[in-house]
């Protein structure tokens, strides 16, 4: 092919892609808001009630707070998720709870 050639299908291609609709799903009667939920999308009560099986769970944390801001409920559910993790403090103090000096130097 000659560089003319090459340089013609190129911009012709550019064009055309270009000038193809960028909103199909707007092209196929749908509204722009609206994503169709598939079989395998959780609601927000299922990821809930996940959530309270597996507390610790951090991508859980993550899907559950993504989920209750696209609900508009993402003041609700944010200081539930925020006392599922630990702080430093507790986790200090929950150790420090642990040991027992006296079985330590006794041999008990």
Request: glycine share 8%.
């Amino acid at each position: 092919m000659t560089h003319r050639f090459k340089f013609l299908l190129s911009w012709t291609l550019a064009i055309a892609l270009l000038a193809l609709p960028s909103g199909l799903a707007q092209s196929r009667g749908q509204e722009p808001g609206a994503t169709p939920r598939s079989a395998q999308a959780w609601a927000l009560e299922e990821a809930l009630a996940a959530l309270a099986l597996q507390p610790r769970d951090a991508y859980l944390q993550y899907v559950v707070l993504q989920l209750a801001r696209r609900a508009g409920r993402f003041g609700e559910v944010a200081p539930r998720v925020q006392g599922l993790i630990p702080n430093d403090a507790d986790v200090r103090a929950e150790r420090r709870e642990g040991v027992d000096l006296f079985s330590i130097f006794s041999g008990a």
